[in-house]
Nanobody, 123 residues
């Protein structure tokens, strides 16, 4: 069992930066790949990026590649999402997830989800 709690969301002007954190409970955190997803009002949840268990492999959606960076600290049971050059279209609730599936861009690859944190980038 893994419990996930996101933090770090907020309101920022377009072009600004935010860093989201996702703190995990449980001693098996380091065995899971971690993903970030987001969901805007009226839209489906979409993949943002993911990182493997050891932190040396990452994958990103095309819309955020080059602007967002995922990292993790297994000693702290925490995964991060650094978001730079934010755009109004990045506005959404951001979720972290833990899983062992191979299709990182699919919600079905993840077994555990956090409650989400709101990110708003104003124009």
């Amino acid at each position: 069992q893994v419990q996930l709690v996101e933090s770090g969301g907020g309101l920022v002007q377009a072009g600004g930066s935010l860093r989201l954190s996702c703190a995990a409970s449980g001693r098996t955190f380091s065995s899971y790949a971690m993903g970030w997803f987001r969901q805007a009002p009226g839209k489906e949840r979409e993949f943002v990026g993911a990182i493997n268990w050891s932190g040396d492999i990452t994958s990103y959606a095309g819309s955020v590649k080059g602007r967002f960076t995922i990292s993790r600290d297994n000693a702290k049971n925490t995964v991060y999402l650094q978001m730079n050059s934010l755009k109004p279209e990045d506005t959404a609730v951001y979720y972290c997830a833990a899983g062992r599936g191979s299709r990182w861009n699919s919600v079905g690859a993840y077994d555990y989800w956090g409650q989400g944190t709101q990110v708003t980038a104003s124009s």
